[in-house]
């Protein structure tokens, strides 16, 4: 399998270009737009072909590199059904499959952080979005968050899978690029709770800054911008 974990430094967001092996279909999950060519020339390295591109939720911190993709090679733009962007080629629901050659995500509804927020289950890993950090959870305080929906979505969903489940998050802060959803559940400090209202008390109070560029890119990703309108 070809599985490709890329880092944008001015935003702190993972993306990830996955194919079953060279020559083959390829997807890619939460792009960021000034990355765009280099994803084109791994794609091109490896003959791969694009054909979907996801977007675990709206983002606030980037423009998302889903409409340029799309205007470059033609590939399916996929986003849960909750997403309020206009130019979703295909919307899915809880538990759908997303297909590629050999490949199959299912797609799980974990809102919380935004309440478009998906995950993406492939095999032995899980793609967290924003919703389960290393270390960390996405904040609940903006575009429809839910301190109460993010519990149910971490402890109802993501940390009833396998232990062994490899979490991949659309973002981290400190240069950890995996972890586990064991380690998750015995060493995320938000996790240490026992009630959804313990929980809720330790987001509420979070007090954080909103992101720097949030009045430019949520915006733009609901619009479906690309570089020539940017």
């Given at each position: 399998?070809?599985?490709?974990?890329?880092?944008?430094?001015?935003?702190?967001?993972?993306?990830?270009?996955?194919?079953?092996?060279?020559?083959?279909?390829?997807?890619?999950?939460?792009?960021?737009?000034?990355?765009?060519?280099?994803?084109?020339?791994?794609?091109?390295?490896?003959?791969?072909?694009?054909?979907?591109?996801?977007?675990?939720?709206?983002?606030?911190?980037?423009?998302?590199?889903?409409?340029?993709?799309?205007?470059?090679?033609?590939?399916?733009?996929?986003?849960?059904?909750?997403?309020?962007?206009?130019?979703?080629?295909?919307?899915?629901?809880?538990?759908?499959?997303?297909?590629?050659?050999?490949?199959?995500?299912?797609?799980?509804?974990?809102?919380?952080?935004?309440?478009?927020?998906?995950?993406?289950?492939?095999?032995?890993?899980?793609?967290?979005?924003?919703?389960?950090?290393?270390?960390?959870?996405?904040?609940?305080?903006?575009?429809?968050?839910?301190?109460?929906?993010?519990?149910?979505?971490?402890?109802?969903?993501?940390?009833?899978?396998?232990?062994?489940?490899?979490?991949?998050?659309?973002?981290?802060?400190?240069?950890?690029?995996?972890?586990?959803i064991e380690n998750e559940r015995n060493n995320n400090?938000?996790?240490?709770?026992?009630?959804?209202?313990?929980?809720?008390?330790?987001?509420n109070n979070l007090k954080l800054a909103n992101p720097?560029?949030?009045?430019?890119?949520?915006?733009?990703?609901?619009?479906?911008?690309?570089?020539?309108?940017?």
């Amino acid at each position: 399998m070809i599985f490709k974990q890329l880092f944008d430094t001015k935003s702190s967001t993972y993306t990830y270009i996955i194919a079953s092996d060279k020559g083959r279909e390829a997807l890619i999950i939460d792009p960021v737009i000034e990355h765009t060519n280099e994803y084109i020339k791994i794609l091109e390295e490896l003959e791969l072909k694009l054909v979907k591109v996801i977007d675990t939720h709206i983002h606030a911190d980037h423009i998302t590199g889903l409409n340029e993709l799309n205007k470059r090679t033609n590939c399916t733009r996929v986003m849960g059904e909750n997403s309020k962007s206009e130019v979703i080629d295909l919307k899915i629901k809880d538990n759908e499959k997303i297909n590629i050659e050999n490949i199959q995500l299912k797609a799980i509804y974990t809102p919380g952080h935004t309440d478009c927020s998906y995950s993406y289950l492939m095999n032995d890993r899980i793609f967290t979005g924003d919703t389960l950090l290393i270390n960390g959870t996405g904040r609940t305080d903006f575009q429809n968050g839910s301190s109460y929906d993010a519990y149910d979505s971490l402890f109802n969903k993501l940390l009833k899978l396998p232990e062994k489940t490899l979490v991949f998050p659309a973002h981290d802060y400190n240069g950890k690029k995996y972890s586990t959803i064991e380690n998750e559940r015995n060493n995320n400090p938000r996790l240490q709770v026992n009630s959804k209202e313990e929980y809720a008390d330790i987001m509420n109070n979070l007090k954080l800054a909103n992101p720097k560029m949030m009045d430019i890119a949520v915006p733009a990703n609901v619009k479906g911008l690309t570089l020539d309108q940017i």
